[in-house]
């Protein structure tokens, strides 16, 4: 059974840093593209960045290049999301995101439950 | 940035009627693969979105049958054949083609 959990969501102050942590199970984590995926309240879902399977490509939306960055390590099947200089626009539910393709063809994707982060004074 | 436009953005249905949900993209999501990279989401009051159809008309694991994805390209539709209580929420159609990008969402009410 493919499983995602999110860790590492809390308040932070405006300015502060955070580091979001999702720890995989259920599959072969390094054969897979990885995506961190937000919503803040009473908004709609919003991708946020996402991670080639060996960690060479990264992407970002815009409104966060530059002060987050994903990251992986293949060999704990763990996927990170720091995250520097938050603003209170990015308070929201964060999910990681499984891609969809491998080596071996197309499924589904999945997401973990998700972490709250908060960024208020 | 692929586009993706919902329609209607409420909709209210009475319990056993079928309902509708249109959803286009700016560009084709159709890939070489044969498969269209579009999946519909349900977000539940007070709940994290859940997927209900992905690559345009696989019903995920333990979805009712009475809803089911269909288009291709850029137009797709998401049916409920009968609608029950239990469907009300927010409808997501979220293109996978590219960066993923979401639909405005559609609620749904019961009458």
């Known amino acids: 059974e493919v499983q995602l959990v999110e860790s590492g969501g809390g308040l932070v102050q405006p300015g502060g840093s955070l580091r979001l942590s999702c720890a995989a199970s259920g599959f072969t984590f390094g054969d897979y593209w990885m995506n961190w995926v937000r919503q803040a309240p009473e908004k709609g879902p919003e991708w946020v960045a996402n991670i080639k399977p060996d960690g060479s490509e990264k992407y970002y939306v815009g409104s966060v290049k530059g002060r987050f960055t994903i990251s992986r390590d293949n060999a704990k099947d763990s996927l990170y999301l720091q995250m520097n200089s938050l603003t209170a626009e990015d308070t929201a539910v964060y999910y990681c995101?499984?891609?969809?393709?491998?080596?071996?063809?197309?499924?589904?994707?999945?997401w973990g439950q998700g972490t709250l982060v908060t960024v208020s004074s | 940035d692929i586009v993706m436009t919902q329609s209607p953005l409420s909709l209210a249905v009475t319990p056993g009627e079928p309902a509708s949900i249109s959803c286009r993209s700016s560009q084709s999501l159709l890939r070489s693969d044969g498969h269209n990279y579009l999946d519909w989401y349900l977000q539940k009051p007070g709940q994290s979105p859940q997927l209900l159809i992905y690559?345009?008309?696989n019903r995920a694991s333990g979805v009712p049958d009475r809803f089911s994805g269909s288009g291709s390209g850029t137009d797709f539709t998401l049916k409920i054949s009968r609608v029950e209580a239990e469907d009300v929420g927010v409808y997501y159609c979220m293109q996978v083609q590219q960066a993923w990008t979401f639909g405005q969402g559609t609620k749904v009410e019961i009458k």
């Open positions: 995101a499984r891609g969809y393709c491998n080596t071996a063809g197309c499924s589904r994707g999945y």
């Open positions: 690559l345009g008309s």
